[in-house]
């Protein structure tokens, strides 16, 4: 079906012939072989006018059990933080959604600013000095963080947390193999990283050493402990120290230390917690922020600001020199669009929460993640995973199967959360269950939470007896 | 004209939203704090516990409001006039594909729901698979990649698996010097070498360099078709049959996919991987720069590599997710890929159906005909001429070379001009091998009145400057602001509010 489209057979008449062209058909003749021309309709579905369309795509949408459809505790990376409605407003706005990237910075001033005001607080928010315009999303800025460290010291091998996050250790994996790097995974010791394991792991020839804040149990790291290990294990090394590279929830930050504090080099993060919606895992943005001597390896956009000929305040895309555009095979990442309009969702987030929300809601989520943990870990076959301190989510260990558990608290309206062994697919992980806290997930919903998991948990143990 | 009356907009000096507010000020109300409380120690230690909040903004909400939408006017946009930007298809984005993807069984399902709660999702995503393998006429689909440049490198990573599998390692990647910026940054990222080949005098790839320099060595070539030019290359099935011959592949930038839906499929004509660009040829919005997304359709041998996890269909029809493929080169990402834009693209699927794709692709190609024809006048051509080529398919690209040299108005400055009369301009000093390139991409949904504007803005520049070069010179003059100093920015480079 013709659609968006506005050529009348009397303009089409016209058009053909200042081509000078008897037919349509002879433009694409004259330039596409017979051979590898179609000649056949393609095999799909006739269009649909717009409430057809419509209505197709919200049956759809009804076949999934969304947030709004059962109370969900699901996290690992991705969270059902509210999204005040501005930033839907400013997000469907046609100045903010319908722009190229901003190659003409005269007419691109809005976007521009955006950007220098996204970097600022990510900036603020990371205590590190240099931030760029955003990343595509959470594990594959981690990767683009190991790429950089790569690029900065040439070493061969990256020492990783087995607290990252599972798809973020995979994404570095992948990408790894293509520039040749070797990964060495930490394991976990109640419940964080083993500061021996980790300080043994990393020499000189480690490239970075990286690993989550909190980790992918939910856990507070000790950040400052682990970057000044990773310093100093390669202290005796003339090339220097391995790049520290810290993956870390922004929403914690009002809380929890600033990376930039805890001798962190490059944070990186999944930025969807900020003003970013579920999207069923995308897109949201990738935070991307680093110590000064890192600026000119960044990968991605970084807006400048500038004067205009008549001394006018501005903004440009800079340094772009590190860019595939200028640089081709020598750039220092290969991205182009990237998320533009999801990182303008996060720094008016940032903006609406403010200097006071963000601490006041850190301590909310502080205080109403212990709440539920230690009320579900009274629960009989219900334990802690590991004990240390927890901001927005925790894993506990079921003594029933999870998949089983789920299913039953499923039939009641609520998520229980994330099954990490369907996630890690490890043997060891069997048992585990990820549980998210956000500003949603009031007091009465844990505590019928812990109502419905206990109901669960007892009538599986007793189904399959230990 | 020098920029010494100046207008309403101009006169807004540029205060960014730190430094706006005061102290206290608040737009957030937090829920209350409904459990009991607890000593902060035992939440959490002082020593991980930061000494001073970050300095975000201090602000009411009619002043997020307020600040957000007076700078969202110091920007151009699609809805607002013609931005023929080429190779980046600026087609118009559909308002339904907003109100789709804003249904809350889309927008508030998280990635990690069971598969058997997330079945209109693996759907939809199963039916968009189906779409682009017919429109590409390559069967399996991977959609994870959340930009063109990401599944470039994803294409990379496949190609070097597929070698490797075989126990092969192939280290070169072959790229045309026409290639987007993109192709040989990503060989690079994928640990492989770039190896330039060069273009014959009707803008196709070289066939004798291409011979020359196929070897046992090379693992891919690399290709935009129809190019970066605006033309497809008449040699294609030969070119196919010297890559395959040397036992490479053959990859498919589908940046300039718009030329041939439904018309001329990349697996017909050889191609192993192809890069789809949805947020191009599928109108999710560009957002001034993202989001995309970049799927991938691959033929047969590359299959087992594709990246985790798949979308499967079992045989009582429900959908999943198999995470089990153990040739896959892994995630590329985390979760699914970026689903938001899998829904306006179906969207615009179901709404164009297959006659209604081929119509875009043909539209897309009629406007970009009629433009250049009317490029074509006096008083342009003779400033203005057509790179390559005759006709071209949905892109052309002009060189400004003579008018560079007989008025001394470069590229750039025509474009700086053509701001003044409300057009974004085209691409400009892309692709590198044409002199002063002007590449222009009108796109399937802009109308003759708005292409016949736009060639009479062109010539009204033009015959300006053959007065008066300083005019074209100095623009622009109605914007925002005007012509910035960029070097001063990258010299010495202040990316972050003071405060």
Redo the contacts between chains.
């Keep these: ?7 009348t057979p009397e ?2 008449a ?3 012939a ?4 008897g037919s ?1 058909q002879e ?2 003749d ?4 017979a ?4 000649g056949r ?8 006018c ?1 409430q057809d ?2 209505e ?14 059962e109370v ?1 505790f ?1 996290g ?3 969270y ?1 933080h509210y999204v ?1 409605a ?1 930033i ?3 997000m ?20 521009l ?2 950007m ?2 996204y ?3 990510i ?3 990371t ?1 590190l ?3 760029n ?2 990343v ?5 800025a981690v990767a683009a963080a190991g ?1 950089l460290a790569k690029l900065h010291n040439g070493k061969s091998r990256f020492v990783v947390s087995a607290g990252l ?1 599972p ?2 250790i ?2 570095l ?3 790894a ?4 790097m070797e990964l060495i995974e930490v394991p976990l010791s109640g419940g964080v990283t083993d500061p021996e394991e980790w300080a043994a792991a990393i020499d000189a020839d480690t490239s970075a050493a990286i690993f989550a804040q909190p980790n992918f149990h939910g856990a ?1 790291e ?3 402990a682990l970057s000044a290990a990773a310093k100093s294990a390669a202290r005796d090394n003339a090339e220097g120290a391995p790049v520290v590279i810290a993956q870390i929830d922004p929403i914690a ?6 990376p930039g ?1 805890c001798g962190v080099d490059v944070a990186v993060g ?1 930025g969807q917690p900020l003003g970013n ?7 949201s943005f990738g935070l991307f922020a680093a110590r000064e001597e890192y ?1 000119r390896r960044m990968p991605g ?10 001394g ?5 895309l ?4 590190r ?9 220092t ?10 990182a ?1 969702g996060g ?2 987030y ?12 850190g ?2 989520l ?3 993640t ?2 539920a943990r230690e009320t579900l870990a009274s629960i009989d076959g219900v334990e802690k995973l590991h004990s240390q ?1 927890v ?1 927005r989510e925790f894993a506990l260990r079921l003594d029933a199967d999870v998949a089983a558990v ?1 299913a039953r608290c ?1 039939a009641n309206g609520f ?1 229980p959360g ?1 099954d990490i062994q369907a ?1 890690t ?1 490890r043997e060891e992980d069997r048992g585990g269950l990820l549980v998210a806290i956000t ?1 949603r997930r ?3 919903e ?1 505590d019928r939470l812990a109502d419905v998991l206990g109901a669960a948990v007892a009538a599986e143990r007793q189904a399959v007896p230990a | 004209m020098t920029g010494l009356t100046e207008l309403p907009l101009q006169r807004q000096r540029a205060k960014t939203i730190f430094q706006k507010g005061a102290p206290g000020r608040r737009a957030f109300v937090c829920p209350e704090l409904d459990v009991p409380t607890v000593d902060p120690e035992t939440l959490l230690p002082r020593r991980f516990r930061r000494a001073e909040p970050p300095r975000l903004p201090e602000v009411s909400e009619p002043e997020i409001v307020r600040h957000y939408v007076s700078i969202s006017k110091r920007n151009f946009d699609l809805d607002s006039g013609f931005y023929p930007l080429g190779s980046c298809t600026m087609k118009h984005n559909p308002r339904l594909h907003e109100r789709v993807a804003a249904l809350p069984g889309h927008a508030r399902l998280h990635p990690l729901q069971d598969p058997e709660h997330a079945q209109g999702a693996l759907e939809l995503m199963w039916n968009l698979q189906q779409a682009l393998a017919e429109i590409s006429g390559l069967p399996h689909i991977s959609l994870q990649p959340s930009a063109g440049s990401h599944g470039e490198l994803a294409g990379v990573l496949l190609t070097r698996a597929y070698h490797e599998a075989k126990g092969e390692h192939r280290h070169k990647v072959l790229t045309p010097d026409t290639a987007h910026g993109t192709n040989p940054a990503t060989v690079t990222m994928a640990g492989l070498e770039v190896v330039k080949v060069a273009t014959n005098s009707g803008g196709g790839v070289d066939l004798d360099d291409l011979r020359a320099k196929a070897d046992g060595d090379v693992a891919c070539l690399m290709l935009t078709n129809p190019n970066t030019l605006g033309l497809f290359d008449p040699n294609i099935s030969e070119i196919a049959e010297i890559v395959h011959g040397i036992g490479a592949t053959l990859y498919y930038d589908g940046a300039n996919l718009n030329a041939v839906m439904g018309l001329s499929r990349p697996g017909d004509m050889g191609f192993d991987i192809v890069h789809f660009n949805l947020h191009k040829s599928f109108t999710q919005p560009h957002g001034g720069g993202g989001p995309g997304s970049g799927p991938i359709a691959v033929s047969d041998r590359i299959a087992p590599f594709l990246p985790r996890p798949l979308v499967v269909r079992g045989e009582d029809g429900a959908f999943d997710l198999d995470y089990d493929s153990e040739r896959s080169i892994g995630r590329l990402r985390g979760f699914q890929g970026n689903y938001g834009c899998f829904v306006r693209a179906y969207a615009y699927i179901c709404s164009l159906g297959a006659d209604g794709l081929k119509d875009a692709s043909e539209m897309a190609v009629l406007n970009a005909n009629y433009l250049l024809a009317l490029l074509k006048r006096k008083g342009v051509a003779e400033y203005l001429p057509l790179a390559y080529g005759e006709l071209c398919l949905h892109e052309f690209v002009l060189s400004g070379g003579p008018m560079k040299r007989e008025l001394g108005v470069k590229t750039l400055d025509l474009a700086k001009r053509l701001l003044d009369f409300g057009f974004h301009p085209p691409t400009v000093y892309f692709p590198l091998l044409v002199e002063e390139a002007l590449m222009v991409e009108p796109t399937e949904t802009e109308t003759k009145e708005t292409l016949d504007a736009f060639a009479d803005a062109i010539a009204e520049i033009l015959a300006e400057a053959v007065e008066d070069p300083e005019i074209a010179k100095n623009a622009p003059y109605s914007t925002p602001v005007r012509r910035l100093d960029e070097v001063a920015a990258a010299k010495h480079p202040v990316i972050r509010q003071a405060l």
């Design positions: 079906m013709s659609r968006y489209t506005a050529t303009n089409l016209a058009m053909l200042a081509i000078g062209v349509l433009i694409f004259r330039q596409i072989p051979g590898v021309r179609l309709e393609l095999d799909l579905p006739d269009g649909l717009e369309v419509y197709h795509l919200r049956a759809l949408a009804a076949r999934n059990t969304s947030a709004e459809d969900s699901l690992a990376g991705m059902d005040p501005l839907d407003m400013l469907e706005r046609s100045e903010f959604l319908t722009p190229y990237t901003p190659y003409q910075p005269e007419i691109s001033q809005g976007g600013q955006v220098f005001e970097q600022t607080a900036c603020e928010l205590g000095p240099v931030s315009a955003s595509y999303e959470g594990p594959s790429y996050h798809h973020s995979e994404t994996r992948t990408n193999h293509g520039y040749g507070v000790d950040a400052a930050l009002g809380v929890l230390a600033a504090e999944e919606r579920l999207d069923f895992g995308g897109p600026l956009r970084i807006a400048g600001e500038t004067v205009d000929v008549d006018r305040r501005g903004f440009v800079t340094l772009q020199t860019e595939q555009h200028i640089r081709r095979e020598k750039a990442s290969n991205i182009c669009t990237a998320q533009a309009l999801n303008l720094v008016v940032l903006s609406w929460l403010g200097r006071q929300g963000i601490v006041e809601l301590e909310l502080l205080a109403r212990h709440y301190p901001i789920k499923a998520n994330v996630l697919g500003e009031s007091r009465a844990i």
